[in-house]
């Protein structure tokens, strides 16, 4: 069994600065790609960004230069900086990471967070 714990949502001004981390443990054998993805209600998750094992990223074209991605794979955590936030930021956002478990399985699935609110004021 595998599970996800997101955290450090929150509620902040523009300009401001947040910093999510989501966390995978569990029956884990390796972990492939790691992203974030956030939905508006009524709307559809979009990715906001990813990262490989290797360290090479992804970002949507609206988030470019403002949040940053990383991961720990010693502590199979993925981050996401969020720096010069603005009110169009204002979302849930859910982490996503790529999982193979282990022996006899080996099978790939992806696993989804629980969801943390990002609300960015004007």
């Known amino acids: 069994q595998v599970q996800l714990v997101e955290s450090g949502g929150g509620l902040v001004q523009a300009g401001g600065s947040l910093r999510l981390s989501c966390a995978a443990s569990g029956s884990i054998f390796s972990i492939n790609a790691m992203g974030w993805y956030r939905q508006a209600p009524g709307n559809e998750r979009e990715l906001v960004s990813d990262?490989?094992?290797?360290?090479?990223?992804n970002y949507a074209d609206s988030v470019k230069g403002r949040l940053t991605i990383s991961r720990d794979n010693a502590k199979n955590t993925v981050y996401l900086q969020m720096n010069s936030l603005i009110p169009e930021d204002t979302d849930v956002y859910y982490c996503?990471?790529?999982?193979?478990?282990?022996?006899?399985?080996?099978?790939?699935?992806?696993?989804w967070g629980q969801g943390t609110q990002v609300t960015v004021s004007s």
């Open positions: 996503n990471v790529r999982i193979r478990l282990p022996w006899p399985s080996l099978a790939e699935s992806d696993y």
């Open positions: 990262i490989s094992r290797a360290g090479s990223t």
